[in-house]
């Protein structure tokens, strides 16, 4: 079965009666050297499970399936399930579950799996919906072993900056405190049926197991990355003077300066260690009154 054939997936949807929705951003990868090159790098060790978040017809499904262990596949859309049952119906490895991975218990469908060992995420996202994936993935707590998943490349490129460039943010600064992200290839609209308006990449994300930065609270260092980018035109002391309006504004300049910063530096040109710092800065400021 070739799901990289554009007739086939075509066939494949008018047998089944589907149509591609755009609401639920399919868009289906139909060039095999991509899939392959995905499915070969979202993960190093054979033995894991992969979390596969809307495998539409199946295409990335198969490729994974015949690489990992485990395969579990959350599809939103109803009408694809009879056809993954027919797509992955050679294959022993794998559980696909009608759901929407935003509604799903992600905890409780892979318990069983982080009990046999190491579990990855792989997806080809639609767009509209990447950032709040993500970050239900990372705030899951989950010990996701690596996640790689296909976005616009402009996301992916904020993904993956470093501090001081144009492209970095609070998602990037939000992201580094989680796990390390690599961008690993570009692909272009043609590889796709129907083909979507923008680039793509693929962004893989090694997330630690031991946190290289551990601020007091958790909690401090994503509100300090919010308010910092919130207003990153506005030096950081009246950023975060906007945001944290219940502490004095010399109390914050101070906590910069004490971080060894001058107080006309801008959000974007701390990393996260810094932005570690200075939470653990704000948080005993706090502590203190
Ligand atoms: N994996 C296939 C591929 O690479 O060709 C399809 C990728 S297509 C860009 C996105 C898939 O995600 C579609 O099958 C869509 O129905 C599914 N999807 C969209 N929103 C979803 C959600 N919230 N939960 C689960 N699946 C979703």
Redesign the pocket.
């Known amino acids: 079965m070739n799901l990289c054939d554009v007739k086939t997936v075509k066939d494949i949807m008018a047998m089944f009666g589907l149509n591609f929705q755009k609401k639920?951003?399919?868009?289906?990868?139909v060039n095999r050297s991509v899939v392959e090159d995905i499915a070969d790098n979202c993960c190093d060790d054979a033995d894991s499970t992969i979390l596969e978040?809307?495998?539409?017809i199946g295409?990335?499904t198969r490729e994974l399936a015949q690489r990992y262990k485990n395969l579990v596949a959350?599809?939103?859309?109803r009408g694809?399930i009879p056809v993954l049952g027919y797509t992955l119906g050679e294959f022993n490895n794998t559980a696909v579950i009608n759901e929407?991975?935003?509604k799903a218990d992600i905890e409780k469908i892979l318990a069983p799996y982080f009990e046999k060992g190491k579990v990855s995420v792989c997806a080809?996202?639609?767009y509209y919906?990447t950032t709040p994936i993500l970050m239900k993935l990372l705030d899951s707590g989950l010990p996701f072993d690596y996640i790689t998943i296909m976005i616009q490349s402009e996301v992916a490129n904020r993904l993956c900056a470093k501090a001081g460039t144009r492209d970095y943010g609070a998602i990037t600064a939000v992201l580094g405190y989680y796990g390390e992200a690599e961008r690993l290839f570009k692909v272009e609209p043609y590889n796709f049926v129907p083909p979507p308006k923008v680039t793509s990449a693929i962004v893989r994300i090694k997330l630690y197991k031991d946190k290289p930065y551990k601020p007091l609270s958790e909690d401090c260092y994503f509100k300090t990355v919010k308010a910092a980018f919130e207003q990153r035109r506005k030096t950081l002391p009246n950023a975060l003077s906007a945001f944290f309006a219940d502490i004095d504004k010399e109390k914050l300049t101070q906590a910069v300066i004490d971080c060894g910063f001058s107080a006309d530096i801008r959000g974007e040109k701390l990393n996260v260690g810094d932005f570690c710092r200075l939470s653990d800065r704000i948080y005993q400021i706090r502590q203190e009154r």
């Open positions: 639920f951003g399919q868009n289906f990868l978040i809307g495998p539409g295409t990335l959350l599809e939103i859309d694809f929407d991975v935003m080809n996202l639609p919906i």
